[in-house]
């Protein structure tokens, strides 16, 4: 039913709404600003370099020759828009879903998931530690991306806890059927793996499937355009024809979001039909054999892997605690982009930069090796399919 959702959306008489538009400091303030919480943080996002740097990352598919195939920043809106619609139907803060679709893939590395992989192998034996892309957008937003403020610094983002704790939980590789928001206020550092809680809000639930709803559809959509499932053509009609004789985006999106509104409530949750589940793992099951596991999408691993570990060891054989800046300056003849690129970055956030015009986090410092190998993972992930490969170009080149 239409607004039946209302009365649990994210607004002042929701018990839980202070600490929903909380942030960690309070944002400069302007007499003239008409934006809510929520739109200050989906501008905020939208004019982030980790934002406008989505447009040119792997979504499925790298490097397509097809100007229609699905990026990154694509993927974003679709989300967007399937959790807009979601959220303004239900009665839900439809400002909180935007905020939190623009900013959810923030962390993802270069080269999709396939680049999120190796950046965990990496961190795995160099930190001990795991590299997942909701963590690494949370830590972005709250760390990394930097806005001028109106006197002129540079300062965190400082988004609120709503679309914070919507990045780090949005995880949509999720089979469960029925969703509802914790209870818990969580310090969001003590998330450890993907999936471990689910959102607080009601709207970072919805973009949660929405991910979901926006991937499996449009995925199939690009790898029939690209040829790809030439020979898995009868398959797929058959698995689909139950419910269309037209395999398109369009149709197998709306009919997943008619079919959330229509069988959600407080009470149940945000949940599908059992029909609409079946199908949906049904299409998630013929895309991973067909699609994310196909041999057309092999022969770039072991280019990617080659690319970002490269990248990585060459920064890595500069630390040698305080004299590291000697080292990099002493590479920066062979590899002028890459070596000024990465100290111009790290200086943002080195403890000793000069802050005249820095009002952000200070991040790192050189008395111990995982402390620099982390800035340098973190340099990495924000990189482009583009700019990682001509990192490996000059790298490669003399």
Not at 60 to 77: G, K, L, M
Request: glycine fraction near 4%; proline fraction near 3%.
């Amino acid at each position: 039913m239409k607004q039946i959702f209302k009365d649990v959306s994210a607004n002042k008489n929701n018990p839980k709404w202070n600490n929903i538009i909380s942030r960690e400091k309070p944002l400069y303030a302007r007499n003239n600003d008409i934006r809510s919480e929520f739109e200050r943080d989906f501008t905020r996002v939208i004019h982030s370099n980790a934002y406008r740097r989505l447009k040119h990352k792997t979504q499925v598919f790298y490097s397509p020759q097809n100007d229609h195939i699905c990026t990154r920043i694509e993927h974003v809106n679709h989300v967007e828009s399937i959790s807009y619609t979601i959220a303004h139907y239900l009665g839900l803060n439809d400002e909180l879903t935007r905020a939190i679709a623009v900013s959810h893939d923030l962390g993802h590395s270069p080269f999709g998931h396939k680049g999120e992989n190796i950046l965990n192998k990496i961190c795995q034996k160099d930190l001990h530690t795991s590299f997942w892309h909701e963590k690494n957008g949370l830590f972005f937003v709250d760390n990394i991306e930097l806005l001028e403020d109106n006197e002129g610094f540079k300062q965190n983002l400082d988004l609120t806890y709503g679309v914070r704790d919507g990045i780090i939980s949005h995880c949509g590789e999720i089979d469960e059927n029925s969703i509802k928001p914790r209870n818990e206020f969580i310090n969001l550092d003590e998330y450890s793996y993907p999936n471990q809680f689910y959102p607080y809000t009601w709207e970072a639930c919805v973009v949660k499937i929405a991910d979901k709803i926006s991937y499996i559809g449009r995925d199939i959509e690009d790898a029939v355009t690209l040829g790809i499932l030439d020979e898995h053509l009868d398959e797929l009609y058959k698995l689909l024809r139950p419910t269309d004789r037209t395999i398109n985006n369009t149709i197998i999106i709306n009919n997943l979001i008619y079919d959330l509104c229509n069988n959600s409530s407080p009470e149940k949750g945000l949940c599908f039909s059992s029909e609409a589940l079946e199908l949906m793992n049904k299409i998630k099951k013929f895309n991973y054999e067909h699609i994310y596991l196909s041999n057309f999408l092999k022969p770039s691993d072991e280019y990617f892997s080659v690319v970002l570990n490269r990248i990585y060891n060459t920064l890595k054989s500069c630390y040698n605690s305080d004299n590291t800046f000697e080292k990099l300056d002493k590479l920066a003849k062979f590899y002028p982009n890459l070596i000024h690129g990465f100290v111009d970055w790290f200086n943002n956030y080195y403890v000793f930069s000069d802050r005249s015009k820095l009002k952000n986090k200070t991040l790192f410092d050189l008395n111990s090796p995982e402390n620099f190998y982390l800035a340098i993972i973190l340099y990495i992930s924000g990189m482009t399919d583009k700019f990682a490969i001509d990192t490996y170009n000059e790298i490669i080149g003399y």
